[in-house]
């Protein structure tokens, strides 16, 4: 199914959609370091997500939102069978501290200006489509809370979750007048879903290194993160011989070298490992250090790789710890598998990217985003805009204004698609 020729010429309003980036950045800034405050079911937050909810009837569509707190805008052509099931695109508004302007809110406000246009243009849909802003994806209490929830993936533990200053969520949603209880409800039915599109921006430097405006992801990165520790024997720095020391940290030295190697034999391209925090025990300068715990994130687009990585890690932790004469202990917090984009979106992306001359490559995520758990749920499709420099997570973070209308044109043509088929 292509495009038919009325609808060819349609585009997105850049200054709509830099308008509404822009505002809904002032939302949380801090005036001290320019960073966005936007946690999770935070007083800003929820404020962004009213925000949302204005500009959603602004722009005459129908607003929703269900007990996980996800917002929700609504296209329903006229006339349509109310089972006719949606195609949703969308991401998220909530940020981590100190966050830039565009992670997810990209995704939501550009959803939503795809909305507004194909309203006004009158095409005739034949399916309903709605924009979507998810509750927590970036983490205080765990991330992915809102996809989770409509793809019908929480129990009631979930409400447990702590953030860093041992809040639950559960709390968290009282203290927003919310019933935490209501989230089980927000589970939408496989068959009423059509597809999940997200715009998001890369949050790497591939993108803009290659210069170019979109990326249309094939695959998005499984991981686990296990948390490790050595123990050896903490004993005085001066009167310990060095062929006498079971030395903890000299553990964790060895197995840090190991890495490159690891990868090299039993990854892939595309694999990462990172520590990313150690402790050091009982951390006195003069003390031979009887205990380390560290971190390991391991990354890899391809699960039998990402076995193969774990059964290789352990193998190095087994060897490291009996040659320094120590034990070894690891708990794995998480196992998150890589998910693959549908290819017919994938091919519907590279077709209309082709079709709006646009510089583009297909490319994995590196990252973990709100379509890795719809992607269980619906066929799923992923565009990236680049990122200035890489840079995320950050209030440096920034995407070229003529970048961000290339990659919304993108979505927008996509969505015809999806919507005519
Ligand atoms: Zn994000």
Redesign the pocket.
Known sequence: MVISPDTQSLRVDIERIKKNILELATIGRSEEDRGIYRMAFTDADMEGKRWLLDRIDEADLKSDSDGAGNIFGKLIPEGAAGEAPSVVMG??IDTVPCAGAL??SLGVVVALECLRTIRASGIELKKPIELVAFSD??GRFGGMFGSEAFCGRISPAAFDRKDLDGVTLGDAMLRQGMDPVKALDAARRRENIEAYLEL??E?GPVLDTKKLSAGIVENITGLFKWQVRFRGDANHAGTTPMEMRNDAFMGLADFAHEIPRIIEENGSDLSRATIGKAQILPGSPNTVPGLVEFSLDVRDTDEAVLHELSRAFQKALAATARRRGLKFEYDELSFIQPVQCDPELVSILGEEAEALNLKSMHMPSG?A?DAQILGGLTRMGMIFAPSRGGKSHSPEEWTAWEDVEAASNLALRALLRLCAQ
């Open positions: 991401s998220h992670d997810g994806e970036e998001h921006i949050q990252a985003h």
